[in-house]
């Protein structure tokens, strides 16, 4: 499932300034870990 994920000011220099990223995953776990795996370092 994809889901947008809010990026907060402070932290959208490790998005490329993005202010949202979809990411995929059905858990809370699984979608930190695509956003880890598309933001290294957030």
């Given at each position: 499932m994809a889901v947008k994920v809010l990026?907060?000011?402070?932290?959208?220099?490790?998005t490329n300034d993005q202010a949202?990223?979809?990411?995929?995953?059905?858990?809370i776990s699984a979608l930190l870990e695509s956003l880890e795996a598309s933001c290294p370092g957030i």
């Amino acid at each position: 499932m994809a889901v947008k994920v809010l990026i907060p000011t402070p932290l959208q220099k490790l998005t490329n300034d993005q202010a949202t990223v979809e990411c995929n995953g059905e858990t809370i776990s699984a979608l930190l870990e695509s956003l880890e795996a598309s933001c290294p370092g957030i």
